[in-house]
């Protein structure tokens, strides 16, 4: 008895253990490379479905066949561990370059079909890009008159670009190279107001790769969604985990991404299996019934807080992911199911624990690593680890020495993030320590954002907030000191930044302010800026036009709460107004709860103002009351 109250004094007095954890190994984990896993599908099973594009498909034979072409017109020209810039979308010649790219041993660097032209400038005058490779339609001016090799690629698909060239500019002087031993490398927000790319190794997307068939049993037969937007660094998950496993592709039409509706009825009709989402596409999900003739078994969620876990009736495990660019996508989850006990829970998810070689610890402003339990900043170590930034400096900055007490990892990549970790070792999201935020599951520097609204002369200077709503969204508002002498139009300047940020980056507010509020120190309130934004008239408020049909009123209201600029007029065009795909899809859920009737995204976007948007929606309403009367 005696022996029993000391062991239990013992446990009582003893201290919590510290915050670090290391990911369980994988068991069975491939020792080959990323290109040799998908190698080997192409011989084992030639015939076997690769991308599948509605009525379109490529076996593994098929593309591999495309790949080898597209690497023949690059050869000589593209040289191992050239950074090479793609600009197409989600389709099978996405995929045929990727695989052409790893065989020339050239660095994939995602830009999205449509780069800006100001954005792909400052890319290429920093880092050494040797060619883009797109649409010649749509490439940026500048590239008109660089030298242009016309590449075959497959053509067919949703998505697909009816011509593809790569086109080879000079070099900038000074310009950056990636390390020899890059796969791909990816563009995140950069505080100077210019992006940063991120070098990814081979071994480290093959160690996500083992984990994310682990968690999913991918495998022949499954379908993996190809859904997140090129630029963004998941899509790197989603494309190489179906080509290593034998599984399908199935790249989703653009106009299912933001319309929840649209989405499951594609997951359903294109029988998908798996799927990767960022967070902002999935939540508006789980505010409905869930669909029970899924095949969906896998959804793999991440970029942006998670506020809520699925309900019962979710029938896929749905896997909360975090992992910054710099640690090669994912570093930790949470997997929920239905049968979870804790399934009626109304509380956030937690961020999970590391995946197998990760290596996570919460440290404090000193560096040293907190008890468990205790609030600090998240660093991650490990075989996840990226390369580092093609900028040295940066990464000697960021990629730091592992504290004292963490084994296993000799450098940990500073986060920014501010975690939790429980006694279990489940890591708790609570924001950032810095100025980053997340828009849409993209971060977002507003360094970055203002240096753009800069650029142009008729602005002196310009401060960036991210005030959120009631429900935690955050939304970028751009607050303008005017150059002297001069007045520039809100409208002008949003469509000017348009070609230097990504789509998440654009302000969906511009307030003009004769001067900047400043704190005790002398630099600019931020706080004070916020409470401003908050305390402008609410779109409810506003001035109604008296003209107005009952349905003009209802979209009118709708975008200038969602935009939070009530002198929005049904004479704008909603993506000059600020209104983006993500915000498109938050508007059509809007209308649909007020009225009953659901548009689609291209509905929507392609309407030259608001009151044609009402029109099509009044015209929908009388359609649907004729087809029930």
Known sequence: MTEQLMDRRATASAE????????????????????????????????????????????????????????????????????????????????????????????????????????????????????????????????????????????????????????????????????????????????????????????????????????????????????????????????????????????????????????????????????????????????????????????????????????????????????????????????MRPDDPDVHDTAAPCIGTPMAGATVAVTDADGAVVARGEDGELRIGGSCLSLGYLDPELTARRFTAAPEGVADTDRMYRTGDRVRMLADGRLEFLGRLDDQVKISGVRIEPAEVEAAFEHDEHVRSAVVTAPRDAEGRARLVAHVLPAPGTAPAADALLAAVRAWLPEQAVPSTVRMVDAFPLDANGKVDRRALLDETGQAPSAAAAELPADATAVEILVLTAVRDLLGRPGTTLDDNFTDAGGTSILAARLLAALEKESGVRLRAPELLRQPDLRAIAAVLDKRRAAARTAGS
Not at 51 to 75: F, M, P, T
Not at 165 to 175: D, I, N, R
Not at 247 to 262: E, F, I, N, S
Not at 297 to 310: A, F, K, Q, S
């Open 16 to 335: 919590p253990a510290p915050s670090v954890l290391r990911g369980a190994p994988v068991a069975g984990a491939a020792p080959t490379g990323v290109l040799a896993r998908y190698e080997r599908w192409v011989r084992t099973t030639p015939g076997a479905p690769a991308v599948i594009d509605g009525a379109c498909r490529w076996s593994y034979a098929e593309l591999d066949a495309a790949a080898d072409v597209i690497a023949k017109g690059l050869e000589g020209r593209v040289r191992p561990g050239d950074l090479v810039g793609v600009c197409l979308d989600r389709s099978a010649a996405l995929a045929a370059t990727a695989v052409a790219l790893a065989r020339l041993g050239a660095v994939y660097l995602p830009l999205g079909p449509r780069p800006g032209e100001r954005r792909i400038q400052a890319v290429t005058e920093d880092i050494a890009v040797v060619c883009l490779i797109g649409d010649p339609d749509v490439l940026p001016e500048r590239q008109e008159g660089a030298e242009q090799v016309e590449l075959t690629v497959p053509v067919e698909g949703v998505n697909a670009a009816t011509s593809v060239v790569a086109a080879f500019g000079p070099l900038a002087t000074g310009a950056r190279t990636a390390p020899p031993e890059a796969l791909y490398a990816v563009l995140t927000s950069g505080s100077t107001g210019r992006p940063k790319a991120v070098a990814v190794a081979e071994p480290s997307l093959a160690a996500l790769l083992d984990f994310y068939r682990a968690e999913t049993g991918i495998a022949p037969g499954d379908r993996q969604s190809l859904l997140i937007g090129v630029a963004f660094d998941p899509h790197l998950l989603e494309l190489w985990a179906g080509l290593t496993s034998g599984a399908a592709l199935v790249p989703a039409p653009d106009d299912v991404r933001w319309d929840p509706a649209a989405l499951t009825a594609w997951w359903r009709d294109a029988e998908i299996t798996l799927a990767v989402s960022a967070t902002p596409m999935i939540e508006p999900l789980l505010d409905r019934p869930w669909p029970q003739d899924l095949k969906l078994r896998h959804l793999m969620v991440g970029g942006d807080r998670m506020r809520r876990r699925p309900g019962p009736d979710v029938t896929a495990t749905v896997h909360n992911a975090y992992g910054p660019a710099e640690a090669t996508v994912v570093t930790t989850t949470h997997a």
